[in-house]
Structure formats: structure tokens, C-alpha cells
């Protein structure tokens, strides 16, 4: 199993943004990977916020090897 480091976590925080979440208004990237502190079983952590969603949702996949954890809300939502 990888350990991935932060540079990697952001990098990839930064394609899943422009890849599958291209409409929202930010994304904050999060967790132990981010802090440099990851380990096998880490995953990314991110959460992306839209202007306005019908629902907040939560969300684990994979992309590029990476486990990720998204969550994902809008302005109302977030609070």
C-alpha cells in the first residue's frame, strides 16, 4: 500500500475539483494526508461547496489510487 504525501493529496484534491466537482465554488482539502501525517489506510479529505445544492451529500471513491471522503455542501448547508 502507498503512503501518499501531501504534495500528492493536494494535487489530486485540485484535479477531483476540476474533474468532478467543476461547478462548485471552492474546495477546501483536509485530513492527515494534508498534514503530512497519512498513513496506508488514510484517505483525502475534501470539502467542496457549491452556491446552492438541493441537498447536502457525503461520498468515498477512489481517484488516481487515492481513497478520497468528500463531503460535499452548499453556503446553507455548510453551517
Not at 447536502?56 to 460535499?72: C, G, H, L, N
Amino acid at each position: 500500500m502507498t503512503i501518499f504525501t501531501a504534495k500528492n493529496a493536494i494535487d489530486r484534491a485540485q484535479k477531483i475539483f476540476f474533474e468532478r466537482y467543476s461547478g462548485a465554488e471552492f474546495c477546501i482539502a483536509a485530513g492527515s494526508i494534508v498534514r503530512g501525517k497519512g498513513t496506508v489506510r488514510s484517505d483525502l479529505d475534501l470539502v467542496v461547496v457549491f452556491e446552492s445544492r438541493e441537498c447536502a451529500f457525503r461520498e468515498s471513491f477512489t481517484f488516481d489510487e487515492m481513497p478520497v471522503e468528500a463531503f460535499v455542501h452548499d453556503y446553507e448547508t455548510i453551517q
